[in-house]
């Protein structure tokens, strides 16, 4: 009788356990990130920019593939709304989540139809300092294929 009792108490904490790791599993997130600017002009203020997925080669959930073409990156970015931004401004880049190996991370700005890489020290970059409209470029490589972001900016 004290060795079934025994028994059962076992089972019920072995149930127990094994249904609570259940509950605590981790969950993947495996769509390309969305990726926000975080904006700071050298005060206390700062703000989030969302930059808007343009061309996608991304490798998903059980190696679905996920595939978006924008034909004309220019034309959808001046699309977007505008952010406007002070001169030497920077912007901290910043993913949703990161369930993927970054590879390379390259940031363009365009200034009509003339293409400039822009620096980038970890995953801060810097906006140019020449007043004028511009269309920002973000290209990610990663471990589950390429994405790549567009924004539209004007320095004043």
């Known amino acids: 009788m004290i060795l079934m009792r025994r028994f059962f108490k076992a089972s019920a904490w072995v149930f ?4 609570l790791s259940g509950c605590i599993g981790e969950n993947y997130d495996f769509t390309p990130p969305n990726i926000e600017l975080y904006v700071n ?4 203020s700062a703000e989030l920019k969302d930059i ?3 061309n996608v080669d991304w490798i998903g959930e059980e190696n679905k593939p996920y595939q978006k ?7 959808f970015a001046k699309k977007q709304k505008k952010m406007i931004l002070g001169s030497g401004y920077n912007g901290d880049i910043i993913f949703d989540h990161e369930d993927f190996e970054l590879k390379e991370m390259t940031v363009f700005v365009w200034k009509e139809n003339e293409k400039q ?3 980038l020290k970890n995953r ?3 906006f140019p300092n020449e007043k004028g409209d511009y269309v920002l470029e973000i290209n990610i490589e990663s471990d589950s294929g390429t994405a790549q972001y567009v924004g539209n900016l004007a320095i004043e």
């Open 41 to 44: 002009n050298g005060n206390a």
């Open 16 to 19: 127990f356990i094994f249904l």
């Open 117 to 119: 890489k822009v620096e």
């Open 69 to 75: 073409e924008v034909k004309d990156i220019l034309l």
């Open 52 to 54: 808007v997925e343009a």
């Open 124 to 126: 801060t970059m810097f």
